[in-house]
């Protein structure tokens, strides 16, 4: 039997990469996505499309309200999404505890799927700096996942796949191209508007800018 994995899946240019590399190693790709609060929701309809494009064995997305938390420009709307600064400041779009909560439920799923592997997008180079992108988080979590769940300590192990994870935007983006990825269906931006448009100044596009320039490959984003 094809071997199952749950991804991660914002409909982002990483989250989509990484699933084009599950497929590519031969897994079954089950999708989680999740509409958790935040301001750009049209980055759902993104994951929608994308889904179905790649003929993904599932796609589910699950409703979280983390804005009833605030604290993140992300979901709490007292709060604007600033334009990238550059600084090494952990930025105000990072969401409290976000991929825990994320990857908690994620492991759940495979859980009751029977799957073992679980992939995530995270990258710690192009990136801003959020505490639960770096490797040493995404280790501990795997630790976690086999003491806290049945199968784990029946042995059948989970492994927490992060591809990406020291990769740059343009290795990133030259991968997925090899793997055939749709990056014009890919959605990045933190203030997308309703149409899908990126508005090019927020960290998420300016990583992605610059990936495209990089990478030397036309970028393929629509700006508002």
């Not at 759902?44 to 003929?55: G, P």
């Not at 699950?62 to 979901?75: F, I, K, M, Y």
């Not at 994620?106 to 192009?126: M, R, T």
């Amino acid at each position: 039997m094809q071997k199952k994995a749950v991804i991660l899946f914002s409909g982002g240019l990483d989250s989509t990469t990484c699933v084009a590399i599950a497929k590519s190693k031969g897994y079954a790709c089950y999708a989680l996505s999740f509409d958790y609060g935040q301001k750009h929701r049209s980055e759902l309809q993104a994951a929608k499309f994308l889904a179905e494009f790649m003929h993904l064995a599932e796609h589910k997305i699950v409703s979280l309200n983390l804005g009833t938390l605030a604290g993140s420009a992300l979901t709490d709307k007292k709060m604007d999404v600033p334009d990238y600064t550059g600084n090494n400041e952990i930025p105000v779009t990072y969401v409290p505890a976000r991929n825990t909560v994320f990857l908690s439920i994620a492991l759940g799923w495979a859980e009751v799927i029977g799957a073992h592997d679980i992939f995530i997008g995270a990258n710690d180079v192009d990136y801003s700096g959020y505490p639960d992108c770096r490797p040493e988080y995404l280790a501990a979590f795997e630790k976690m996942a086999n003491l806290a769940t049945k199968s784990g300590i029946e042995g059948a192990r989970y492994t927490l796949h992060a591809p990406l994870i020291r990769l740059t935007k343009r290795e990133i983006i030259q991968q997925g191209i090899q793997l055939g990825v749709n990056y014009g269906a890919t959605l990045s931006c933190y203030r997308a508007d309703a149409e899908g448009r990126a508005c090019g100044t927020c960290d998420s596009c300016v990583y992605r800018r610059k990936g495209f320039i990089e990478a030397g490959v036309e970028d393929p984003t629509r700006y508002f």
